[in-house]
């Protein structure tokens, strides 16, 4: 069966940081787009941040830009969200996804929830005093 498993989130303060992984089961990340979702209690999923199968490219929604970086080792089969400077705003449950766009893509990245291929099941972030 084919799955995405996150890693990483916890309890930290205002101005902490954390990293969460993604790694993927039964399957390599080397052909796929990757993309982190988060969702707030009482709030819908929002994109956060992805990148392109050749790592070129990345984005950023802006509430993270300059706080946030994504990653990816192909190696490790992994994919990262180093987040720096947390807010409590940032409290949420984090999904990292992926979806497989044609080589002609391999430099593009999206953010549509609905696009994607596979999914992981979260990891919780709370950011509080």
């Known amino acids: 069966q084919l799955q995405l498993v996150e890693s990483g989130g916890g309890l930290v303060q205002p101005g902490g940081s954390l990293r969460l992984s993604c790694a993927p089961s039964?399957?390599?990340?080397?052909?796929?787009?990757i993309t982190w979702f988060r969702q707030a209690p009482g709030k819908e999923r929002e994109g956060v941040s992805c990148?392109?199968?050749?790592?070129?490219?990345?984005n950023y929604v802006g509430s993270v830009k300059g706080r946030f970086t994504i990653s990816r080792d192909n190696a490790k089969n992994t994919v990262y969200l180093q987040m720096n400077s947390l807010k409590p705003e940032d409290t949420a449950v984090y999904y990292c996804a992926v979806v497989r766009l044609g080589a002609a893509y391999k430099d593009m990245c999206i953010m549509t929830s609905n696009a994607m291929d596979y999914w992981g099941k979260g990891t919780l972030v709370t950011v509080s005093s």
């Open positions: 990148i392109s199968k050749s790592g070129s490219s990345t």
């Open positions: 039964g399957f390599t990340l080397y052909y796929y787009t």
